[in-house]
């Protein structure tokens, strides 16, 4: 079965960093699409970042510039560090394998 779990999120002020981490198992790693979506309520979840098994790397239009993914096929982990935060990136970031298998989501609010 496969399993996802996110950690590192938290309360960071605009302008602050964040790095969060999603460790897979059950799964062929190397092989998945590895993507963060996050979800504020009231609005449709939200597509943050992806990498594919190549290495490919896509961004929303939000998010480019300040956000960067990254994936290690040894450890099975994706890794989004998120810089210059602005309160707009509030919201439960999930980590998700091929848009199929997902974590439980932790939750990131930015906030003075």
Request: charged share 20%; net charge neutral.
């Amino acid at each position: 079965q496969a399993h996802l779990v996110e950690s590192g999120g938290g309360l960071v002020q605009p302008g602050g960093s964040l790095r969060l981490s999603c460790t897979a198992s059950g799964l062929v790693f190397r092989a998945s699409e590895m993507g963060w979506f996050r979800q504020t309520p009231g609005k449709e979840r939200e597509l943050v970042a992806t990498i594919a098994s190549s290495g490919s790397t896509r961004y929303a239009d939000s998010v480019k510039g300040r956000f960067s993914i990254s994936r290690d096929n040894a450890k099975k982990t994706v890794t989004l560090q998120m810089n210059n935060m602005k309160p707009e990136d509030t919201g439960v970031y999930y980590c998700s394998s091929d848009e199929y298998d997902w974590g439980q989501g932790t939750q990131v609010t930015v906030s003075a």
